[in-house]
């Protein structure tokens, strides 16, 4: 079974709202989580760690005041999308590290922003 | 810089056909390496990992992968492709010794099998 969600798989907002995307650990505690972004046809890139309980850490080129994390529980990280344009329509995927250090991904959330 | 790449955007092979998807990595050292696979509407799972020892690696539903550290390369094989076996499929590579959330990745194989 799945280990790893994503609420919602898709969402369509408009230009200048904020979107929120969950990413829930299932099956274990997760002090550590990930966040990608895939363009089509592109790899996933990784947008930031969320540490909880303490703020989360940003890739290089990545606006963290455009991409709000949120590690609020041990098993509940949320990435809002704030002030949403066209360009930041693309692929939005969580990772869960697991108690193995081995890494589970959530099954991803399409963002389209019109 | 580090970088991981896969020549092939997209193969088509047909059923019971043996397969191989390449993948090249530019690394300082010898990274951990892994496989992934992403059906539509699911999240990536992993097919195997290397991080050392013997270099051919065996892994989920019939993968296999071996690292050839002179060509720096971790090419993916399955000896009979099935039709479920129709995915993307990703190359990564993480720091070794690191944890393995901090992962490069390729850009993905789609493959699609012919029946």
């Known amino acids: 079974g799945a280990v790893v969600s994503q609420h919602p798989s898709w969402v369509i907002c408009k230009s200048g709202t904020s979107v929120k995307i969950e990413c829930r650990s299932l099956d274990f505690q997760a002090t550590t989580m990930f966040w990608y972004r895939q363009f089509p046809k592109q790899s996933l890139m990784l947008m930031a760690t969320s540490n909880e309980g303490s703020k989360a850490t940003y890739e290089q080129g990545v606006e963290k005041d455009k991409f709000l994390i949120n590690h609020a529980s041990l098993t509940l990280s949320t990435l809002t999308v704030t002030s949403a344009h066209p360009e930041d329509s693309s692929f939005y995927i969580c990772?869960?590290?697991?108690?193995?250090?081995?890494?589970?991904f959530g099954p991803g959330t399409r963002l389209t922003v019109t | 810089a580090q970088s991981v790449t896969q020549p092939d955007i997209h193969i088509t092979v047909s059923e019971g056909a043996s397969l191989e998807l390449r993948c090249n990595y530019s690394?300082?050292?010898?990274?951990?390496l892994f496989w992934y696979v992403q059906s539509p509407g699911q999240g990536l799972q992993l097919l195997l990992k290397?991080?050392?020892?013997?270099?051919l690696v065996q892994g989920i539903k019939g993968f296999e992968a071996e690292f050839k550290r002179s060509q720096s390369s971790f090419n993916l094989r399955k000896p009979s492709v099935h039709w479920s076996d129709a995915a993307e499929y990703f190359c990564?590579?993480?720091?070794?010794?690191?944890?393995?959330?901090?992962?490069?990745f390729g850009k993905g194989t789609k493959l699609s099998v012919k029946p």
């Open positions: 990564a590579v993480g720091a070794p010794g690191g944890s393995q959330g901090n992962l490069i």
């Open positions: 690394y300082g050292a010898t990274p951990y």
């Open positions: 990772s869960v590290v697991g108690p193995r250090d081995e890494q589970y």
């Open positions: 290397y991080f050392s020892g013997d270099t």
